[in-house]
């Protein structure tokens, strides 16, 4: 297939883009780097800058590559952000995210895959979250996601086209020792962690000792890019036999002192940490059950152990420490 791929530029999309070439697609990138980075997208695929924005250059896009697919990454994704700016993330977010949906159904592009979020999730009832735990979206991110979700929902109710959202919380590791994790501000645990390790924090701060967990900090996610990217693609064959949803997890989560203690197994660095206060809103355990699509697509993760996922995100970061400012 010739897929077009949203936010290729940045960090799962990258990945996705890698995985999809090594798959035998075609791949059209659609980004407009403010988030994203231009050597992260593979060599094999075309690279078009444009934002989501302008539905006009959208719809030109869409004619000239005639893609049979479409993987939309390109997002507003941080949470805490979202709670302080909830107009630019259910603006930008879904108006955004609907003139892609239009201009793919007025082009007659029928395969959609959404990357969603557990956040969808706000307070658990259970865990692991499966597919059947009510929906109520922990942030303005969240609620954004739910609506492009419903959107898609109706259209495939209309026969319009077919599709998956793919709902998960924490990705993690790098697609190779070249194609990694560069946000700017960083606020992902396993890279604020590393950044200690390379010496450039301080120390990393433990937000709460006292949850009900095993260890007392709060129990994470952790999906490595690689298995969330082969998630795609296996939801990207399937859609033949229907639209569908699932959330993906590793089922068991892992701890911040884990995190932390893993990565000085793995780096053999001493990686300073203190104790803070906790975080409002932060849930002591958040966990994905990927029990459906394991079960309907044999999704069947190589890269769960959380040792695997830290060093292949040291490599990169040791490799890169300035990231894609130093990447090629």
């Known amino acids: 297939m010739r897929i077009l791929v949203t936010g290729g530029a940045g960090y799962i999309g990258s990945a996705v883009t890698q995985e999809l070439i090594a798959d035998g697609h075609e791949v059209v990138v659609f980004d407009n780097l403010s988030q994203g980075h231009r050597a992260a997208v593979h060599e094999a695929a075309d690279f078009v800058e444009g934002d989501l924005a302008d539905r006009e250059h959208v719809d030109a896009v869409m004619a000239e590559h005639d893609p049979s697919a479409i993987m939309h990454f390109a997002s507003h994704t941080l949470v805490g952000e979202s709670m302080e700016q909830p107009l630019l993330y259910l603006n930008e977010n879904v108006r955004y995210g609907l003139n892609l949906i239009r201009s793919a159904v007025d082009h007659g592009v029928d395969r959609f895959i959404l990357s969603s979020t557990a956040n969808l999730f706000g307070e658990p009832t259970q865990i692991p979250i499966d597919e059947s735990e009510r929906i109520d979206p922990g942030s303005p991110y969240g609620e954004s996601k739910h609506i492009l979700e419903r959107t898609l929902h109706w259209l495939d109710d209309r026969d319009k086209l077919r599709y998956a959202a793919l709902r998960y919380f924490n990705a993690a590791g790098a697609a190779s020792p070249d194609r990694g994790e560069d946000h700017d501000p960083e606020t992902h645990l396993i890279p ?6 390379l010496g450039q924090r301080d120390k990393i701060v433990i937000y709460g000792d006292e949850y ?43 701890s911040v002192r884990e995190v932390i203690d893993t990565a000085r197994q793995v780096t053999g660095k001493e990686i300073p940490a203190e104790e803070g206060a906790p975080r409002p809103g932060d849930p002591a355990m958040l966990i994905a059950s990927s029990d459906r699509i394991r079960d309907e697509l044999g999704w069947n993760p190589q890269h769960d152990a959380l040792e695997d996922i830290i060093a292949s995100a040291w490599e990169w970061h040791r490799r890169h420490p300035q990231g894609y400012a130093d990447a090629r």
Not at 192 to 197: D, S, T
Not at 230 to 242: E, M, R
Request: with cysteine.
């Open 192 to 197: 604020i962690v590393l950044e200690v390790a």
């Open 212 to 254: 009900d967990t095993p260890d007392g900090t709060c129990v994470r996610d952790f999906v490595h890019v690689l298995d969330l990217a082969q998630a795609h693609i296996l939801a990207l064959g399937a859609l033949d036999q229907g639209s569908r949803v699932y959330n993906l997890g590793n089922g068991e989560g892992y």
